[in-house]
Structures are given as C-alpha cells and as structure tokens.
C-alpha cells in the first residue's frame, strides 16, 4: 500500500498527468492527495474533478516555515502519505518535512540540472542560447534543485523558441516521464 501527495503551486498539468496514469490503473499507487499554497490554483480544480483531496496552506498564514511546514506533516501523517511529489511547488522544503521523508520527496526541474536552478529555469536556458535544456526528477535536499538526480531527459532548444513554446515542449516529456519514474521509485526498481 503506498500513498502520495502531489505538492503544487499552479497550473498542475503535471498533477493531471499523474492522476490520469493513476486513473488508468498504471501508476500503481493506493491513494493520491494534494497539498496546495496558492489560493484558487487551477491544480485545486483537477483534484476536485477527480475526487481527490485536497488541503491548502498558506505560509503567510504561520509565524514561520516550521509552523507551516508542521501542519503540512500532521495531514501527511494523517493520510499515511509515504512519498511526496512536488509538481510546480514553487517554495523550498525546510527541514521540517525533510527529516520526516528522507529520500522520499522528489521534484521535476525544467533544465537539465545542475544548470539552471531557481524559479526562471527555461528562461535562463534561453537567454544563455544553449542547444539543449530539459528537465530533472530529483530527490529533494535542504539546497534548491541540488539532490541527488534520479533521470533526466533533453529537449532540444530552437532559435524561434519563446519561453512558452519551449515550456511546452518539455512539459510534455514531463508528463510522459514523471508518473513512470514515480512508479519505478516506489517500487524500488532500477532506472
Ligand atoms: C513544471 O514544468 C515543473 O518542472 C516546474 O513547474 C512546472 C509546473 O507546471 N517546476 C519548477 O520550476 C520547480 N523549480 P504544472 O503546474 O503545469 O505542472
């Protein structure tokens, strides 16, 4: 039996990926939730349409990260979550959570790290004219974009690209490529 929250920030289009591989029975996990800290977040929508849970947090809400990050793990303890999936949570993970989930928080990056960390990946990849950009699953660590690199995967950069069609074409090899690695990490395969 294993159990995940989906962390997001925004649009979830990687969270629907996933909830649409868990729904045809191929990402073989018991129960999804999601855990959200932005108001109103297209995310909040897709978990509502597919009957998932659903909790929000806002960290200005709390007198500090700690606080917030503590109530965050009494949900995620509460629902026997086992993995945490960051999927455009766009805020660090403090110690709080981290040294309850070990090696069991993960993230997608949009560069092939370690090139590119921060919140303007795709388009420091444009703006440094690199042939190639991508994007990074990784076990989170207490640096941003900085633990230990589970796979990645490039997208080739082309000289009419903007910021939107290059972030379209490596959200696509996400959502291809992100509930399939979720699988083979819970299930303790090689990658
Ligand atoms: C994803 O492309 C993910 O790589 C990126 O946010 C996007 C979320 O899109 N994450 C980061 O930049 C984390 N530093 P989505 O909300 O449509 O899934």
Sequence with gaps: MTNIAIMASGNG???QAIIDAYNEKKLEVDK???ITNKKNCFAIKRAQQNNIKNYNFFLKDYPSKEEYEKDILKVLKEENIDYVILAGYMTMISNTLLSHYERKIINTHPSLLPSFKGK???QDA???KVYLAGFTIHYVNIEMDAGEIIFQK???VYKD???DTLQKRIQ???HIYYWQIINKVIKGEKI
Aim: hydrophobic share 40%; net charge negative; glycine share 0%.
């Design 32 to 34: 999804i939730i999601l």
């Design 13 to 15: 289009s990687n969270f």
């Design 126 to 128: 444009l703006d440094y």
């Design 161 to 163: 690209d903007t910021h």
């Design 154 to 156: 490039e997208v080739r």
């Design 172 to 174: 696509e090899q996400e």
């Design 120 to 122: 303007d990946a795709i």
